[in-house]
T-cell receptor
Framework: GDSVTQMEGPVTLSEEAFLTINCTYTATGYPSLFWYVQYPGEGLQLLLKATKADDKGSNKGFEATYRKETTSFHLEKGSVQVSDSAVYFCALTSWGAGSYQLTFGKGTKLSVIP | GAGVSQSPRYKVAKRGQDVALRCDPISGHVSLFWYQQALGQGPEFLTYFQNEAQLDKSGLPSDRFFAERPEGSVSTLKIQRTQQEDSAVYLC????????????FGPGTRLTVL
């Protein structure tokens, strides 16, 4: 079945450092790809998405490019802030037994220190 | 506007008890999903409703798990004869149209089975 593998955390960075969180996927067909973020005490929020190969999703300074040739969707940010501390989940939509369900990676916890 | 709400936020049950978890989706959203998130893992799909119809229940782990959405709005996930391995956060998500759209997540219900 479809699956998502993302780098394990936790990741600790200093403020203004460059962030990369790796994500690769295995899927049949042409899935849409997502990054969700979970801030402490809050629900999952969509951060960005890409629906076809070579699309770049971007939001709040974060970017990720849908790379079909390497089956990857790595998350990047040029300069992280303390407020970016959260758990980040890479995900894809795949057709199951009657719905486009989300398949998630295990999550990567990011801590940004001043 | 109001987002997805879930209640209770926390539930402690003794092994063998039945529990009921409630989800209030965003008003007017057609699609509703339930996910289970074990500690340190990403969410895993349980079941999907389109209005009141349960179109996909392929992720329900056993026949002890039952979900309903009788009027196409509020949904209830029921777990009968709870076991320790049922301890997890149960997430509800809704989407405005069919299932291949952005999903909006609630804060989750953390279930602990003693």
């Amino acid at each position: 079945g479809d699956s998502v593998t993302q780098m394990e955390g936790p990741v600790t960075l200093s403020e203004e450092a460059f962030l990369t969180i790796n994500c690769t996927y295995t899927a049949t067909g042409y899935p849409s790809l997502f990054w969700y973020v979970q801030y402490p005490g809050e629900g999952l929020q969509l951060l960005l998405k890409a629906t076809k190969a070579d699309d770049k999703g971007s939001n709040k300074g974060f970017e990720a490019t849908y790379r079909k040739e390497t089956t990857s969707f790595h998350l990047e940010k040029g300069s992280v802030q303390v407020s970016d501390s959260a758990v980040y989940f890479c995900a894809l939509t795949s057709w199951g037994a009657g719905s486009y369900q989300l398949t998630f990676g295990k999550g990567t916890k990011l801590s940004v220190i001043p | 506007g109001a987002g997805v709400s879930q209640s209770p936020r926390y539930k402690v049950a003794k092994r063998g008890q039945d529990v009921a978890l409630r989800c209030d989706p965003i008003s007017g959203h057609v699609s509703l999903f339930w996910y289970q998130q074990a500690l340190g893992q990403g969410p895993e799909f349980l079941t999907y409703f389109q209005n009141e119809a349960q179109l996909d229940k392929s992720g329900l782990p056993s026949d002890r798990f039952f979900a309903e959405r009788p009027e196409g709005s509020v949904s209830t996930l029921k777990i009968q004869r709870t076991q320790q391995e049922d301890s997890a956060v149960y997430l509800c998500a809704s989407s405005p149209h069919d299932s291949n759209n952005e999903q909006f997540f609630g804060p989750g219900t953390r279930l602990t089975v003693l």
